[in-house]
Nanobody, 115 residues
Framework: QMQLVESGGGLVQAGGSLRLSCTASGSIFSPNVMGWYRQAPGKQRELVATITRIGSPNYADSVKGRFTISRDNAKNTMYLQMNSLKAEDTAVYYC?????????WGQGTQVSVSS
């Protein structure tokens, strides 16, 4: 059973930056694909970015050019560097990992951007 722990959320002014981290533990299977999703109040959870084991990224159009996803396989950790944050980026951000056997979610971390 894999556990995912996010950190790095907080309150920031519009135009500012935050870096989220997600560390995976408890499974012998290294995730094939890891990703960040977010859910704003009253909205469905949506994809932010994903990254494959070899580091190939994919981004939602709304964050392209502002967010950068990366991972350190040796540390079982994934990152999301968020720059030029906007009020509409306010949401709970969830880490997701897809292994050969199952997929897992973190507990979420709140990101709040004040305008």
């Amino acid at each position: 059973q894999m556990q995912l722990v996010e950190s790095g959320g907080g309150l920031v002014q519009a135009g500012g930056s935050l870096r989220l981290s997600c560390t995976a533990s408890g499974s012998i299977f290294s995730p094939n694909v890891m990703g960040w999703y977010r859910q704003a109040p009253g909205k469905q959870r949506e994809l932010v970015a994903t990254i494959t084991r070899i580091g190939s990224p994919n981004y939602a159009d709304s964050v392209k050019g502002r967010f950068t996803i990366s991972r350190d396989n040796a540390k079982n950790t994934m990152y999301l560097q968020m720059n030029s944050l906007k009020a509409e980026d306010t949401a709970v951000y969830y880490c997701h990992a897809d292994t050969a056997l199952n997929n897992y979610w973190g507990q979420g971390t709140q990101v709040s951007v004040s305008s």
